[in-house]
């Protein structure tokens, strides 16, 4: 089956993205494909390279990438959601005349469209929040 | 198919488990996850609701958020505790899910 | 690249506006998401129903006040609004609270009508039921 996954908060402060981190490991697992997890709200957090989490911790930001490319999984954050929470990648930081962008690898900065698009293309899509 | 409800906050906080509850149609499922598993405390005000939705709904609980709260022990006799694999299938096994937020 | 799949969209709106960004962000999907021809319904309970209140007014907290957009939804072909009666009935407010937020029918010589269908709870819990995706926020 394919799934769709939103992820509506950032990492440490709600567990939802560990719960659909933990959901999209075991659906590839399990033979299923995790078409796209769409990031939004403060869901575009978990797409900053900049955290320094506690050594003995997991580091969700990592992890996501990590997963994204032993899977070749679709990390998206929604574009209006990062300008307004200041996640940018080099493109949007030129674009809006900043000094620095703070992307991590493995995600890329897209549309709402592209979670239209997958709530149309996936067989389920399964919303991770507050 | 049925629907897949899912609840990710404690019944004393939010509304959530009783709205999933008051909407979920016979024959659907109710995963709790996240602090919804507290709403799988048995001898809590909030026990009664649900072992009255249990009549007509199948609820689950993850038992990775259980085990995280310290409440294995505690739940509703009857609530089925699954592991993501679990929550997993039941995403395939119903028609869709909604996320009680 | 949706190969003309037409899906029952249900945009679940459950929270308060402007305590916290979800009613804002969640209408942004709503006016993308107008451009993908899919059947399109919204839903308005508990809290959420505050979302369409009449009388907005954010100058005192200086936030944008977004309110003004749903009367937009019309024009982009959204019309199937559904707004729970119990969750109104809950707070003290009625049909006349709510913003009268309409389209023009294409097919009725383009008379102006009214989008908002005041449902029960167990309406509510058909119309999550015979929808194929939800969005939650």
């Known amino acids: 089956m394919k799934f769709a996954i939103q992820i509506n908060e950032g990492p440490y402060t709600h567990e939802a993205t560990d719960s659909a981190y933990h959901f999209a490991k075991a659906a590839i697992d399990n033979g299923h494909e995790v078409m796209r997890v769409f990031f939004y709200h403060d869901g575009v957090n978990n797409g900053t390279r900049l955290t320094t989490p506690p050594q003995d911790d997991r580091h969700i930001v990592n992890r996501w990438a990590d997963l994204a490319k032993e899977h070749d999984l679709d990390l998206v954050l929604c574009v209006a959601a990062a300008q307004r929470r200041g996640i940018a990648d080099a493109d949007e930081s030129k674009r809006n005349g900043k000094d620095a962008d703070n992307i991590q690898e493995g995600f890329r900065i897209s549309g709402l469209g592209q979670l239209i698009e997958a709530g149309i293309l996936a067989d389920r899509l399964v919303v991770f929040g507050d | ?101 | 690249m949706s190969e003309g799949t037409v899906k029952q969209f249900l945009y679940v709106n459950r929270k308060a506006p402007h305590g916290t960004v979800y009613a804002l962000e969640s209408l942004e999907v709503v006016l993308i998401g107008a451009a993908f021809e899919q059947d399109v319904r919204l839903a308005f309970m508990d809290d959420g129903v505050f979302q369409i209140m009449k009388g907005q007014d954010t100058t005192g907290i200086g936030t944008k006040n977004f309110a003004p957009t749903y009367n937009a939804l019309g024009d982009y072909d959204i019309n199937k609004i559904y707004v729970e009666k119990e969750s109104l009935e809950e707070r003290g407010l009625t049909e006349d609270d709510i913003m009268a937020l309409t389209y023009e029918d294409e097919d009725d010589d383009w008379a102006e009508k009214s989008s908002i269908s005041i449902i029960s709870r167990a309406e509510m819990a058909d119309l999550i039921d015979s929808s194929d995706v939800m969005f939650n926020f």
């Open chain 2, 1 to 101: 198919m049925a629907i897949l409800h899912t609840v990710n906050k404690s019944p004393f906080d939010k509304n959530s488990l009783e709205r999933a509850f008051n909407t979920a149609k016979d024959g659907s499922a109710v995963l709790l996850l996240e602090d919804g598993v507290y709403g799988a405390i048995k001898g809590a005000t909030s026990s009664a609701m649900v072992e009255d939705a249990m009549k007509t709904v199948k609820v689950y609980a993850l038992s990775a958020d259980l085990d995280a709260r310290g409440i294995s022990g505690r739940v509703i006799d009857g609530v089925e505790l699954v592991d993501y694999a679990g929550f997993v299938k039941l995403a395939t096994e119903h028609s869709q899910v909604q996320s009680w937020l």
